[in-house]
T-cell receptor, first 114, second 112 residues
Framework: NAGVMQNPRHLVRRRGQEARLRCSPMKGHSHVYWYRQLPEEGLKFMVYLQKENIIDESGMPKERFSAEFPKEGPSILRIQQVVRGDSAAYFCASSPTGLNSPLHFGNGTRLTVT | KQEVTQIPAALSVPEGENLVLNCSFTDSAIYNLQWFRQDPGKGLTSLLL?????REQTSGRLNASLDKSSGRSTLYIAASQPGDSATYLC???????????FGAGTQVVVTP
């Protein structure tokens, strides 16, 4: 059973470009979370999704950031018009039931904005 | 507002010593607490999950305790090995969605 798969592992974008980060949860997991780890900071919650629904996006900046988890295919975190401050490691995690089951994390996508 | 603190920020011990990592949180209204391990350049690996009604969880050389009323958890790693070198993170679940709030982590180095 493959773990949580994130791609790409590393992504370099120039300021103003778009970044698309993909996450395939573990098989049978319908709950997906995105977290961001800024340099010298801890992990911060961004958004929680179930299939075709955004449940909680309270940690996601209101502008330029969006997330989706379609019925078919991976979850996508999209950052439009990236700025240097978006440089960070973005982690996706999945679980089968949400609350009270351990989260399984992917290895992250390291975004560098030049 | 919930705040999660981990002390110390870094720890170095010789192989064979027991490790004691501390985590404190300011709001005792949590659903559970989890301990994770993060290796450089990698994702997080879940080590232990303690439900709010539990006092401790054990897995092999790892034991985690939870005192919800005082807002504390401790992770014990017995007979440390160089392979235990990593950053250890604790996180509390603060709502029914399973959203985690993380501490900044304790960076552990076990020297041979």
């Amino acid at each position: 059973n493959a773990g949580v798969m994130q791609n790409p592992r590393h992504l370099v974008r120039r300021r103003g470009q778009e970044a698309r980060l993909r996450c395939s949860p573990m098989k049978g997991h319908s709950h997906v979370y995105w977290y961001r780890q800024l340099p010298e900071e801890g992990l911060k919650f961004m958004v929680y999704l179930q299939k075709e629904n955004i449940i909680d996006e309270s940690g996601m900046p209101k502008e330029r950031f969006s997330a989706e988890f379609p019925k078919e295919g991976p979850s996508i975190l999209r950052i439009q018009q990236v700025v240097r401050g978006d440089s960070a490691a973005y982690f996706c995690a999945s679980s089968p039931t949400g609350l009270n089951s351990p989260l399984h994390f992917g290895n992250g996508t390291r975004l560098t904005v030049t | 507002k919930q705040e999660v603190t981990q002390i110390p920020a870094a720890l170095s011990v010789p192989e064979g010593e027991n490790l004691v990592l501390n985590c404190s949180f300011t709001d005792s209204a949590i659903y559970n607490l989890q301990w994770f391990r993060q290796d450089p350049g990698k994702g997080l690996t879940s080590l232990l999950l303690i439900q709010s009604s539990q006092r401790e969880q054990t897995s092999g050389r790892l034991n985690a305790s939870l005192d919800k009323s005082s807002g504390r958890s401790t992770l014990y790693i017995a007979a440390s090995q160089p392979g235990d070198s990593a950053t250890y993170l604790c996180a509390v679940t603060t709502d029914s969605w399973g959203k985690l709030q993380f501490g900044a982590g304790t960076q552990v180095v076990v020297t041979p």
